[in-house]
């Protein structure tokens, strides 16, 4: 059984980085960006209706534009 529910996503370095660079295939050097190095990047929500929706906090950008 999956959880629901909403989840803090916490960057301590690179495994936000690599999560998401696996996610889209994009170089980790241009994925998240921003003024958050540690602490909280967004939040996960989890619902079975929606799935999963990330809401990044104001001032990170994961993938910036090219």
């Known amino acids: 059984r999956h959880r629901s529910g909403t989840f803090a ?3 301590h370095g690179g495994w936000i980085r690599t999560l998401f660079a696996g996610l889209k295939g994009v ?3 241009r ?3 921003g003024t958050v190095a540690h602490g909280v990047a967004g ?3 989890v ?3 929606r799935g999963l929706h990330l809401n990044i906090t104001p001032g990170v950008t994961i993938f910036p534009p090219s």
């Open 47 to 49: 619902s079975p209706d």
């Open 31 to 33: 994925c998240l960006n």
């Open 27 to 29: 170089p980790l050097s």
């Open 43 to 45: 939040r996960l929500d």
């Open 9 to 11: 996503v916490v960057t």
